[in-house]
């Protein structure tokens, strides 16, 4: 049974679902329906569609495949300074994306220490590229996947594995075959939501990748350039943004249901 | 713990609210001082003029006692936007004539609008000009990182008049929201050469270097700076002291320093 809710819960609860409710709803009523098709197929916005999505999922590969060992770490190993280590990796949750952008353009830009470095010695100039959205996206992306999957390695707890090390499995073993199906869907919603956040990802892009059609120009930055000469462009790619994060949202929602 | 938080938050608010009066009381007992009347005079000016007519501002005080004078800067477009609404503003100072022409199609202006001030554009590049830049040509050569305004906000679209002009098509690295972002990427060392204003490359106090082109005097590269009354002020004679003054000597000192051609 389901235990009830106390009544002075409700109003706040509705305002605070209003308050996300209403702009959604107003930008659906501001579209400018009758050219909506038009709007949003054009080259630029179908350009900057596709780079979105392709460089999401670039981020949600990257995600996984770094941070998806750094939770294995900071859930089961007892390395000293463990609470220093994470709070370094929620840092861009709290930080300002811009911020961020700033960071990672002193380090990677072509005056930076790493950036500067593989400017002079190989030719590799980084920010302007689709690798420096990547990154970016990478970098504001990164702890929605640690944390998730940190959580779902906690909740899961010891005991499978204790179990198939008295059994003979080696730590690889127990990893792949007991680790990873126990927080499968802990790791699959995890990723989903570093793609959720690599999508909507603008501050960092802007600021360390720059602007340029196809190369570097994602739909946040698209949707921003578009508001200051076509606004109708504007909002019909910013409903378009809205769907995928619905979409996004739901394919991760009925996952943590089953 | 909580009676200290509310206490804390109480003198908080005592002390906002003291200061607020304490603002009051300095501007009434400044005007009981002198003879002529306290008058505010608000002037809605676009961005790229907010140091100078800081300054001018200023100036225009001591020139006139009694006289405080308000500015609102932003964007031109948003500018003319909030004038054509109905907002209470004395003058109008926008960054190009299209946007003057807004406000003036609304029967907002008092008048024909003059031009007093233009801008043009530049090539920033670091100083001492490492890459021996010295035409829009020299930016489209292989190692050359280029960044401009995207051609929808006004500073692209000069470059793209500049660039038609001078018959170079350059691949820029990236096109930026605003000239303060080309401006950025060239003084972070990330581009060789991005296309600003004068004025933007003289704010910048060296940091960067400007390289003159002739096409930067192309139709449609020059950006214009029209000012005009507001319909409707209740501070038109004052509105055009300021206008005049802007035109006059001290306007015009101001102007050139920030590196504006003056008319």
Not at chain 2, 218 to 226: E, L, M
Not at chain 2, 248 to 256: C, E, K, N
Request: proline content about 6%; glycine content about 10%; aromatic content about 6%.
């Amino acid at each position: 049974m389901r235990t009830t809710v106390p009544r002075f819960l409700w109003v706040p609860a509705a305002l605070a679902w209003l308050l996300v409710a209403i702009p959604v709803a107003g930008l659906v009523v501001r579209v400018d329906w009758p050219n909506f098709l038009g709007l949003v197929t054009t080259p630029s916005a179908l350009a900057a569609l596709r780079l979105s999505l392709e460089t999401g999922l670039a981020t949600m590969v990257l995600c996984l495949l770094f941070g998806g060992p750094l939770a294995v770490v900071l859930a089961r190993s007892s390395l000293p300074g463990l609470p220093f280590i994470r709070s370094v990796v929620l840092l861009p949750l709290v930080l300002p994306p811009v911020v961020g952008g700033l960071t990672l353009l002193f380090l990677f830009g072509r005056t930076g220490p790493v950036g500067g470095f593989l400017d002079r010695e190989f030719g590799i100039t980084i920010p302007f590229s689709t690798g420096a959205v990547v990154l970016a996206q990478t970098f504001v992306a990164m702890p929605f996947l640690v944390v998730s999957l940190e959580g779902a390695l906690r909740t899961a707890g010891e005991r499978y594995e204790a179990v198939a090390a008295t059994l003979g499995a080696s730590p690889a073993t127990t990893l792949w075959r007991v680790t990873v199906p126990v927080v499968l869907p802990g790791l699959m919603s995890g990723s989903v939501l570093a793609f959720a956040r690599a999508l909507g990802e603008f501050g960092a892009t802007i600021t360390f990748a720059g602007s340029l059609e196809g190369t570097t120009r994602t739909l946040p930055l698209f949707i921003y350039l578009e508001s200051e000469s076509d606004l109708d462009g504007a909002v019909a790619m910013s409903l378009v943004l809205v769907v995928v994060a619905i979409l996004v949202i739901v394919v991760s929602r009925t996952r943590d249901l089953r | 713990m909580r009676t200290r938080f509310r206490a804390a938050l109480m003198a908080g608010t005592a002390a906002v609210l003291g200061l607020a009066l304490t603002a009051c009381g300095g501007s009434d007992s400044g005007s009981g001082q002198q003879a002529a009347p306290a008058r505010t005079l608000t002037v809605s000016a676009a961005a790229s003029l907010t140091s100078v007519y800081q300054q001018l501002g200023t100036e225009f005080q001591n020139a006139n006692p009694g006289t405080t004078v308000k500015f609102n800067f932003g964007g031109s477009d948003s500018l003319a936007q909030q004038v054509v609404q109905g907002a209470p503003a004395d003058v109008l100072a926008t960054a190009s004539s299209k946007t003057m022409q807004t406000a003036v199609q609304a029967g907002k202006i008092q008048g024909e609008p003059v031009v007093y001030a233009t801008n043009s554009l530049q090539i920033a590049v670091a100083p001492n000009n490492p890459k021996g830049i010295t035409s829009l040509q020299d930016l489209t050569k292989p190692g050359v990182v280029s960044v401009v305004c995207a051609p929808a906000v006004p500073c692209g679209a000069a470059a793209e008049a500049a660039e038609k002009a001078a018959g170079v098509t350059l691949t820029p690295a990236s096109e930026e929201q605003d000239v303060k972002g080309v401006l950025n990427r060239v003084q972070t060392g990330n581009a060789d050469a991005g296309l600003v204003y004068v004025t933007d490359v003289k704010s910048t106090n060296g940091a960067v270097t400007g390289v003159s082109f002739p096409q930067a005097s192309a139709q449609g590269a020059v950006q214009s700076y029209p000012i005009g009354v507001v319909n409707g002020s209740q501070n038109a004679d004052l509105a055009q002291s300021w206008i005049n003054f802007v035109r006059g000597q001290q306007g015009t000192a101001a102007l050139q320093q920030a590196g504006f051609v003056t008319k």
